[in-house]
């Protein structure tokens, strides 16, 4: 399998990248801002098949040549998508820096949706798309003060997964999208200090990695919480 993980420095993204690289016909490119964790993650691989690419995902869109010259370096075809970059900045709404709110929309919106529209012509038929969304952002769920940028982000990469199941189904690609739940990582224990959540990165991470190969199976532009607890 050839997998791309956008967003694998630490958390849950580093944890899916180390499980998935234990099958040895699997190659997989892992993204994220911090060169000195990606390097760290490529040389604690078991089978030493994981690639790395340093990119920001708040400024994609001025970096999609050099992300595509790497994907190209590692394969040619992509079997699964995983786009779990994530950035959090908490404030009341009516004190949000405009800045910040727009970094976060590129981060968790328009970042992976870009990712998507330049891998989508080398997505082999049968790959999946799993895009990671948060409780904040899934509709009907409890809502939280100073969340609501993020929890509006991951709501529209939510609305993003359906859609684009019903465009790519004609090529046979699949997309879905997890909505998490609590996990006790360093993004969690910034929004929530004190909290203990009910699982961690690495339990996520094997659930993630599981629907990730065979979810397509039986879903396909559903959105779906993955959650034992609110937030």
């Given at each position: 399998?050839?997998?791309?993980?956008?967003?694998?420095t630490?958390?849950?993204?580093?944890?899916?990248?180390?499980?998935?690289?234990?099958?040895?016909s699997?190659?997989?490119?892992?993204?994220?801002?911090?060169?000195?964790?990606?390097?760290?993650?490529?040389?604690?691989?078991?089978?030493?098949?994981?690639?790395t690419?340093?990119?920001?995902?708040?400024?994609?869109?001025?970096?999609?040549?050099?992300?595509?010259?790497?994907v190209?370096?590692?394969?040619?075809?992509?079997?699964?998508?995983?786009?779990?970059?994530?950035?959090?900045?908490?404030?009341?709404?009516?004190?949000?820096?405009?800045?910040?709110?727009?970094?976060?929309?590129?981060?968790?919106?328009?970042?992976?949706?870009?990712?998507?529209?330049l891998?989508?012509?080398?997505?082999?038929r049968?790959?999946?798309?799993?895009?990671?969304?948060?409780?904040?952002?899934?509709?009907?769920?409890?809502?939280?003060?100073?969340?609501?940028?993020?929890?509006?982000?991951?709501?529209?990469?939510?609305?993003l997964?359906?859609?684009?199941?019903?465009?790519?189904?004609?090529?046979?690609?699949?997309v879905?999208?997890?909505?998490?739940?609590?996990?006790?990582?360093?993004?969690?224990?910034?929004?929530?200090?004190?909290?203990?959540?009910?699982?961690?990165?690495?339990?996520?991470?094997?659930?993630?990695?599981?629907?990730?190969?065979?979810?397509?199976?039986?879903?396909?532009?559903?959105?779906?919480?993955?959650?034992?607890?609110?937030?």
């Open positions: 399998m050839n997998v791309i993980i956008n967003g694998g630490r958390g849950i993204g580093k944890e899916i990248a180390l499980i998935m690289s234990e099958n040895r699997s190659t997989i490119l892992v993204t994220g801002r911090n060169g000195n964790a990606l390097a760290q993650l490529a040389e604690n691989s078991v089978n030493r098949n994981i690639c690419h340093i990119t920001d995902m708040s400024l994609f869109d001025d970096r999609e040549k050099a992300f595509l010259d790497a190209r370096s590692c394969f040619t075809g992509v079997d699964i998508l995983i786009n779990n970059a994530g950035y959090l900045v908490q404030s009341d709404f009516i004190s949000f820096d405009n800045a910040d709110a727009r970094k976060l929309m590129e981060t968790n919106f328009f970042g992976p949706a870009s990712a998507i529209r891998l989508k012509p080398i997505m082999k049968g790959s999946h798309i799993i895009n990671i969304s948060s409780m904040g952002g899934f509709q009907g769920s409890s809502k939280y003060r100073g969340m609501s940028y993020y929890s509006a982000s991951k709501a529209a990469l939510a609305c997964s359906e859609c684009l199941a019903g465009e790519f189904r004609e090529a046979g690609i699949a879905n999208c997890l909505a998490l739940g609590s996990v006790q990582t360093e993004m969690f224990e910034e929004a929530f200090p004190g909290l203990k959540a009910p699982v961690n990165a690495r339990e996520m991470a094997h659930f993630i990695a599981d629907f990730a190969i065979n979810g397509h199976k039986f879903f396909n532009g559903k959105v779906i919480p993955v959650a034992f607890s609110d937030p």
